[in-house]
């Protein structure tokens, strides 16, 4: 059937799923805590854009400064 299936795996995103309020929010983006929306879209249509030979099978895309929980 030629499916692929591709795990792409965020970091923290500002989002309004984050409980956080807009300015730390911002903070964190400008501290490299947390990344943008678009950042996640654009790993996204990487995986979705190789050629038939490739398979991106897990993607994680991690703010530089990633905090865990």
Known sequence: KNIKVSVIQ???V???MQEASDEEKRE???GHEMLYAEEIAEAIL???TRSERSDVVT???EPRVQKTS
């Open 10 to 12: 965020p970091g923290a």
């Open 46 to 48: 990487f995986a979705l």
């Open 59 to 61: 993607l994680r895309v």
């Open 14 to 16: 500002s989002t309004d």
């Open 28 to 30: 964190a983006v400008a």
